[in-house]
């Protein structure tokens, strides 16, 4: 662990704070202004060139020259395991890797033990964060009972317990007839379905993407157009009930394409994609490197490139950290044993802004798709710099060079397939809910 970081629990820590001379990004105006910002009882309370006349003596001035601040990063992809199995990660693991990667929003996956598909472990869920207190927590609920895709959760019910969207996890609704009603169902209330695409049998068995590589390696391919197939065959369902459809961490060429057409035809339909997707490629797997094993696969460089494009052009609606903990028996395995997933709670951040570093967006894009964009499409009221608004804010070093060593991370699993990749963009405090909750 990072013996510079310090994490606050303290719920009654200073409510009080002037945030001087930052860079403030607010993705919202399309704006980066030299700003201070003033917190006060929990909440952005003023926004302006020269604050020092609001404050009095309980205030804490905290120099922010040559910083940037910008929204609290919202995740709207991550895999927790608790309740459950807690060895790989808990709700106080990852919320410490959270708010040190600049992250004050979490939408955790229903693949906890049991699965969130009742109001109760909701409720649960919520309850644990708010004790810890490090960052929010909002869930989403499975879409089908134990994740079998055949009966459909009360999906009603735990929107009304606070469910944000619907999925299962990393499994796919195969059952055509079982994706039909679940949209169905969720128009009603305005639900949103997530989708891990991935065509059930042409995956099946498949450990990384199908081509030259895993022939020449002697693996099991999963073709890209496995994804494809799932997310046209749903764009049926989604014309038909006009429900909102969301894809998760589109990793192929060929989706975009679909998703693109389907938006140009004014379907309730957005994607997200997560760092791997726009940063590596199934090059990263030839020496059967177990921690760059993905669901979905790392795909080839074509794909790579068309992520990057798809980023640019707004067809990618915002990006996540898919954040999917193993511990190290489930990794350190033959290439086919192993577990598939990555951590990426701390290195969502620097790795979005190696977009800017190599000047394929700009800053403002970038924080757009890591806080107000993911916060609209889940209907939150985060993601934003505002008066009145719940002071959740990231500060941040553009510039600061460091080498990716999961060792340090704060989490309790370490299997990033980023390991020794060299970044620049450190985020240095988070603050939650108005209380400073981390520094480096």
């Not at 999963?222 to 046209?232: K, L």
């Amino acid at each position: 662990m990072n013996k510079k970081s310090f994490f606050s629990t303290d719920k009654k820590n200073s409510d009080s704070y002037l945030l001087k001379g930052g860079f403030v990004v607010d993705p919202e105006i399309q704006r980066v202004e030299k700003k201070d910002i003033l917190i006060k009882n929990k909440v952005i309370s003023g926004i302006g060139d020269d604050l020092t006349k609001l404050t009095d003596k309980n205030t804490i001035v905290i120099d922010c020259k040559e910083l940037y601040i910008s929204p609290g990063l919202v995740d709207m992809r991550v895999n927790i395991t608790d309740p459950g199995l807690e060895h790989k990660e808990t709700i106080k693991s990852a919320t410490r890797s959270a708010a040190s990667g600049g992250i004050t929003s979490i939408i955790c996956m229903p693949n906890t033990t049991p699965p969130i598909d009742q109001p109760a472990i909701i409720h649960s869920i919520q309850r644990k964060a708010r004790e810890v207190g490090l960052s929010k927590i909002f869930c989403t609920g499975c879409i089908t009972r134990n994740f079998e895709g055949k009966e459909i959760c009360e999906l009603h019910l735990m929107k009304e317990s606070g469910a944000v969207g619907f999925t299962d996890g990393l499994k796919t609704i195969s059952n055509a007839r079982v994706m039909r009603r679940a949209l169905t169902y969720a128009k009603s209330f305005n639900g949103l379905i997530i989708q891990h695409a991935e065509e059930a049998e042409l995956s099946h068995g498949g450990v990384m993407n199908e081509g030259e590589i895993s022939t020449r390696m002697g693996l099991r391919g999963i073709p890209g157009y496995a994804e494809a197939m799932i997310v046209e065959r749903d764009l049926w369902f989604v014309k038909e009930t006009l429900c909102r459809y969301h894809v998760s961490h589109v990793s192929t060429k060929e989706t975009l394409e679909i998703i693109k057409k389907a938006k140009n035809e004014k379907l309730p339909i957005t994607c997200d994609t997560s760092p791997p997707y726009f940063t590596l490629n199934e090059l990263s797997l030839e020496n059967y490197r177990t921690f760059s094993k993905l669901t979905p696969p790392l795909r080839s460089e074509k794909d790579r490139i068309s992520i990057v494009e798809g980023i640019i052009d707004g067809t990618i609606d915002a990006i996540s950290s898919d954040h999917t903990p193993q511990d190290q028996d489930a990794k350190r395995l033959p290439f086919n044993q192993a577990e598939f997933g990555g951590v990426g709670l701390e290195t969502l951040l620097p790795l979005t802004l190696s977009l800017v570093k190599n000047k394929k967006i700009n800053l403002i894009k970038a924080i757009a798709l890591l806080t107000v964009q993911p916060a609209k499409l889940l209907n939150l009221k985060v993601g934003r710099i505002k008066e009145n608004f719940e002071a959740d804010l990231s500060i941040f070093d553009l510039s600061m060079p460091w080498k990716i060593n999961p060792e340090n991370f704060h989490g309790k699993s370490k299997n990033s397939p980023f390991d020794e990749l060299l970044v620049e963009g450190k985020n240095l405090m988070t603050f939650v809910r108005g209380r400073l909750v981390y520094k480096f």
